[in-house]
């Protein structure tokens, strides 16, 4: 599994994810936990949104390239992969930002 998750294909789409998610909380945490509610969401929101267009061919590659050759070591990347998303999506979502 190491070996697979040195490639771009496999870690890249675990990063960003929780990049964002690292982001989501900075920004709660010094906030003090309170939403504002704003017109135009800012460029951390629509950068969040690229990511959600890019996302699902990013894992589409990785399932693409990855599985047929690697098999259950690619599947396990494969969840990982979407256990980041949509822990980033999730919480966005309950949070309603």
């Not at 998750?5 to 936990?33: E, G, H, M, Q, T």
């Not at 969040?48 to 589409?60: A, D, K, N």
């Amino acid at each position: 599994m190491w070996e697979i998750l040195k490639k771009p294909s496999a870690w890249i789409p675990i990063a960003v994810p929780l990049v964002f998610f690292v982001c989501i909380v900075i920004v709660l945490r010094a906030s003090n936990f309170a939403i504002a509610r704003e017109e135009d969401e800012g460029v951390g929101a629509h950068l969040f949104q690229l990511w959600l267009v890019f996302e699902p061919f990013m894992l589409g590659y990785f399932a693409v390239k990855w599985v047929p050759r690697a098999g259950r070591k690619a599947v396990f990347v494969l969840l990982l992969q979407l256990v980041a998303a949509f822990l980033a999506v999730g919480t966005v979502l309950y949070l309603q930002l």
